[in-house]
């Protein structure tokens, strides 16, 4: 059924020829990371892409290869995704940053900033984007010019019932096999961050970040929600045989944010972004086209201490103290904003 879908289409006629291309885009996820992901066994269907050993033993033709990058100067998703998706990051200086000839603050991960940050690609380069024709954009900052969208952020504002960014959620969750088993998990990653906190608290491992209030529940979104809605989307977007569909998996990223690029915590999520993987292999299979699947990272990560854990006080109360200006007794009494004030 699988062949004779891919030979013809729905109507009868011959099936497209070319295959198409789904890029999946392991956020965070630097090369030596993913290397070592690969030779633990964390990620086994990685490891058979690239022909290495599995737990047969047994090495098969390798599919892909692993190729280094190194970002620019904005090591970041917004810099690295936007010159992905529209050829051009010119003026990304930072995820953060403060423009003077508007008075406004540009943050990569705001819609109002990324709808900004997407019409000035677009202006400079001319062209509408790596996914103009058939495709499709899920979990994304920015469309890449695609019509299909879904959890985009440059698009938030709803646009049409079959196109709007929230189409995704409201599609997925409209079957309550899916409501009811992302809920599941959902409750159960909220009480994993929680002992996994826990337990680096009591281990005085560092360096730590907060990781309470909301966090517990962020990470839960990130890690079973947005991944849920997003693999299911790009399984759509397979069986209906579009020719380009890019996707984003944020899960390592937000986990490694605050529990560090290396450990337990975020082995556990490479595990089941490698399932992930598996599934739409396999989904590959029954697709009316082929498909080639790349993957790929925005950015990767070291492991370092705030400037407030390290110094003591935050950068801002560090500069406000060497301008003279008051600041809070706690930040006062360490040597940092001692010697500022000087």
Known sequence: LADRRRRRGADGAPGPIAPGTV??????????????AVERGLMPTVGRWLGEAGDTGHTGAATHRLTPWRTDWSSQTGASQLGILHGSNHDV??????????????????????VELQRRAVERTGDGGLLTVDGASRGNLFS???EQLA???SVAARRGKENRSRAGYFAYFSDPANAVRTALSFVAEVFREIGESTG???????????????YP??????TVVERDVVVAAVIGDMLAGRSAVYADLVAYDEVAHHSGPTGKDVD???????????????????????????????????????????????????????????????????????EARA
């Open 23 to 36: 890029f999946i885009q392991l956020d965070g996820v630097g090369h030596d990371v993913l290397t070592s």
């Open 93 to 114: 200086p930072a995820f953060r940053w403060y423009e003077k000839d508007t008075g406004e603050v540009m943050v990569s991960n705001r819609p109002a900033s990324a």
């Open 144 to 146: 890449g010019g695609a």
């Open 151 to 153: 959890l985009v952020l």
């Open 200 to 214: 680096a608290r009591f281990r005085r491992r560092r360096p730590r970040v907060g990781r309470g209030g909301l």
């Open 217 to 222: 529940f962020i990470r839960a979104f990130a």
């Open 268 to 338: 556990k999520v490479l595990r089941r972004l490698d399932r992930s993987l598996a599934l739409l292999d396999q989904v590959a299979d029954h697709a009316p086209r082929a498909y080639r699947i790349v993957v790929l990272s925005d950015h990767g990560q070291s492991p370092g201490e705030t400037f407030r854990a390290r110094y003591g006080l935050t950068l801002g109360d560090l500069v406000r103290a060497g301008c003279g200006l008051p600041v809070p007794r706690k930040a006062q009494r360490t040597h940092s904003g001692a």
